[in-house]
């Protein structure tokens, strides 16, 4: 088996369950990619195979964090968007209801002010009465005296 240096290595592919990470090897520590993956594997000692995985192990949390943190943001811009939609198709409903009420009351004050003029006819009608009955009164009393 030959030597596979780190640094040959463009990235390295790491999936953790249904998520994805592409690490730069430029992004790991530069002890690292001096050695070669198979001296850190062939070399046994402990010192170089615990800074190995720490490095990726580093990497991989903050990768981690960094997604979960985008994630996070992304769920809350969605919530928004869908909060803003739900937020405008209940203020169109409102408007439709709104606008309904204030053609039922256009329709209302029309019926009232018919209402109104029948009632000033009939009151007019009735003081033509009132004074008709007056001079009729007037009338029947002088022939009854």
């Known amino acids: 088996m030959g030597l596979l240096k780190l640094s040959s290595i463009p990235s390295i592919d790491v999936c953790v369950g249904p998520v994805f990470f592409r690490i730069s090897t430029d992004d790991l520590p530069s002890p690292v990619r001096r050695c070669s993956l198979f001296e850190v594997m062939a070399t046994g000692t402990p010192d170089s195979q615990a800074r190995f995985g720490q490095s990726v192990k580093g990497l991989l949390t903050e990768k ?7 994630v996070i943001a992304l769920t809350k811009q969605v919530l928004k968007g869908s909060r803003s939609s739900e937020l405008l198709g209940q203020a169109a ?5 709104q606008e309904d009420a204030i053609l039922h009351s256009e329709d209302s004050l029309r019926k009232m ?10 009151q007019e009608a009735i003081q033509k009465n009132v004074e008709q009955s007056s001079n009729l009164q007037d009338q029947l009393n002088h022939l009854l005296k």
Do not use: P
């Not at 981690?64 to 985008?70: A, I, L, R």
């Not at 002010?113 to 009939?122: M, R």
């Open 64 to 70: 981690v964090n960094t997604c979960g943190t985008d």
């Open 93 to 97: 409903r409102n408007m439709v209801l």
């Open 113 to 122: 002010a018919i209402i109104t003029t029948h009632l000033q006819y009939q």
